[in-house]
């Protein structure tokens, strides 16, 4: 397979993990990695800078799958939907409010969907993907004056990435796409992390649905992928609980920036940990 530069993620996404790659790179697994599995993928920076030959990938938001599927199937679509899209204010909340209409929001093409997730992430305050308990978008306008939109240059590389390898995209509980794993797979975990009492802001985007209960069920499958000699190796925030859980594993603390956050005072960096079953 040819490697695609210019292959990189395509939204902001709350953790993503671009600025950590030089340090995940290191504490990958000495051999090569061909099979490879990313339950929570987000905007999938370690998905495109290993560019695997076979992939297993899922994310819960189904929007954001969908994106992804738009881009491998029909980019041209895709990038013509985005360029009749506005910078304005206005326009932006029209776009937005679709989903205020569930007859509207589920009349949307896959290529119109894709655009509407693409552009709000471009244009909305700061990157943030967030909806209310009733799963409308609700970040305000961003106010940029000339946000990138259309960036075709790189949805064309994801493009060509997701289509000379085997990518299989899936939109489920992290616990299906573990059970059919073959072996030889590498998985990483970037769960939505156990929050942080010292930086709770920064883990708010996905707490209320990713629970401890959810980390404690995240710890037995990856004691299940050990004892089938899968490797793996996940990030996560640095607490006691995620520490206890995973004491019998190689733990790394590493610092990190978190740059998407609605209060500017919870940018920074923190404190996370990465946990690998080898060595």
Not at 131 to 145: I, L, M, R
Not at 178 to 203: I, K, M, N, R, W
Request: charged content about 20%; overall charge negative.
């Amino acid at each position: 397979m040819n490697y695609i530069e210019n292959a990189k993620p395509f939204v902001k996404w709350a953790g993503g993990k671009r600025q950590l790659l030089p340090t995940l790179t290191e504490l990958l697994p000495k051999e090569s990695i061909s099979v490879y599995c990313e339950p929570f993928v987000g905007g999938g920076a370690m998905l495109f800078h290993l560019q695997p030959e076979i992939a297993f990938v899922n994310d819960m938001n189904s929007e954001l799958i969908n994106a992804y599927n738009v881009i491998k199937n029909s980019t041209d679509m895709l990038i013509e939907e985005l360029r009749t899209y506005d910078n304005t204010k206005a326009f932006f909340y029209e776009i937005r409010n679709i989903d205020r209409d569930l007859q509207a929001f589920a009349a949307l093409t896959e290529v119109q969907g894709a655009a509407r997730f693409i552009y709000l992430n471009k244009t909305c305050f700061n990157g943030l993907y967030r909806v209310n308990q009733n799963g409308q978008f609700n970040v305000s306008f961003g106010n940029y004056p000339a946000p990138n939109i259309v960036n075709a240059e790189g949805l064309y590389a994801v493009r060509d990435y997701l289509n000379q390898a085997q990518v299989h995209f899936m939109s489920d509980d992290f616990a299906y796409i573990l059970e059919q794993l073959p072996s030889g797979t590498f998985v990483y975990f970037d769960p939505p992390y156990l929050p942080d009492v010292a930086h709770p802001s920064f883990t708010a985007y996905n707490s209320k649905c990713f629970s401890l209960d959810d980390h404690i069920r995240l710890h037995w499958w990856c004691e299940q992928l050990t004892k089938r000699g899968i490797k793996f190796m996940q990030s996560n925030s640095y607490t006691p609980i995620i520490a206890s859980l995973y004491a019998c594993y190689d733990i790394q603390l590493v610092q990190a920036r978190r740059s998407i956050n609605c209060n500017g005072d919870g940018r920074g960096a923190v404190n996370e940990v990465i946990i690998r079953n080898y060595i």
